[in-house]
């Protein structure tokens, strides 16, 4: 209440178990995450993400954005963007664009419920900061998803 900035730490780590993955399947990140309420019902927050190992790049950067806006006490918008993946260069056979994602969540009883849509089938930090998952964003792809979420009372 009545702090309308906050700032956070995330590290930790992606393990990817593919089995045609041989070399190079571990991977750090670090986010440093940033967010500004403006009034009682809208939040931006912005993500500057380091990955030490994806699966095309190392050493990626990206600074992925998001809002999220109360509708109701219960209901909010929520929307995700991330940036292209500059990496990305015209002389190979692969092809990014920008990632984005919307939410419409309900609040119920300690969980939250969201129905999804974007172009972004990432699901994990390396995934979705090189933008090269599957090898890459395509143009025009949107993906329909489900989040449930459960928020645990631990005493």
Wanted: charged share 20%; glycine share 10%.
């Amino acid at each position: 209440e009545g702090r309308p900035f906050a700032l956070s730490v995330r590290v930790g780590g992606n393990a990817r178990t593919a089995q045609e993955i041989e070399d190079d399947r571990y991977a750090f990140f670090a986010q440093g995450i940033a967010s500004v309420s403006i009034g009682p019902r809208v939040r931006v927050t912005a993500i500057p993400t380091y990955v030490s190992n994806t699966a095309f790049f190392r050493d990626a950067f990206n600074v992925p954005v998001a809002i999220s806006i109360g509708i109701t006490r219960t209901v909010n918008v929520q929307g995700e963007f991330y940036p292209k993946n500059g990496d990305f260069t015209e002389g190979t056979n692969r092809e990014t664009h920008a990632g984005w994602i919307v939410a419409i969540e309900k609040t119920v009883l300690r969980h939250r419920f969201a129905f999804t849509a974007g172009n972004l089938r990432a699901t994990s930090v390396d995934q979705y900061t090189a933008s090269d998952f599957g090898g890459g964003i395509p143009k025009g792809d949107v993906y329909i998803g489900f989040n449930l979420v459960r928020q645990w009372k631990l005493n």
